[in-house]
């Protein structure tokens, strides 16, 4: 199995789409996390589920979890708001890293050799060539794991 087979349709958004949109698109799709593009549709980052999760919590909660006990539930229910008015580059970690990319040609082993060294749902498979970068889909995490069990069968 080469990337280029394992590779699906996913859904992508831009670095200043806004955050909300992001959130609700994970949320209706079950996705773990978002494929980052950047103006050339060019991969630029993934934005994981759960520093989607923490962009909602309060910093002051971040930084001491205890606090969270006394945020009453009509607030808590409010967390979404925190969302609005924001992009997907705000959400981003600092320290987000380019999202890992694979060649069309490179093996499921390979694929899945990078996605165990950075620890990442997704791989972007990418084919490069003089013109620029062209996304040929994502591989996660669990529809690779999805079929290297059938070829075990």
Known sequence: MRA????VEYE??????????????????????LLVVDEQGAPAAILPASQ???ALVPGYVVEDP??????????????????????VRDCLSKSAARPPVAAPD????????????????LVAVV??????VRLLGV?????????LLLAAS
């Open 4 to 7: 280029r087979d394992l590779a």
């Open 106 to 121: 490179d093996t499921a082993l390979e694929v899945a050799a990078l996605m165990a060294e950075v620890r990442s749902p």
């Open 127 to 132: 084919d490069r060539d003089r013109t620029g």
């Open 12 to 33: 992508t958004v831009g670095l200043d789409s806004e955050a909300l949109a992001a959130a609700r698109l994970m949320a209706e799709h079950r996705l773990p996390g």
């Open 66 to 87: 205890t606090l969270a006990a006394v945020v009453d539930e009509r607030h808590a229910d409010r967390l979404c708001q925190a969302l609005e008015g924001r992009t």
């Open 139 to 147: 591989i996660t995490a669990v529809h690779l794991l999805e079929r």
């Open 52 to 54: 989607m999760i923490k």
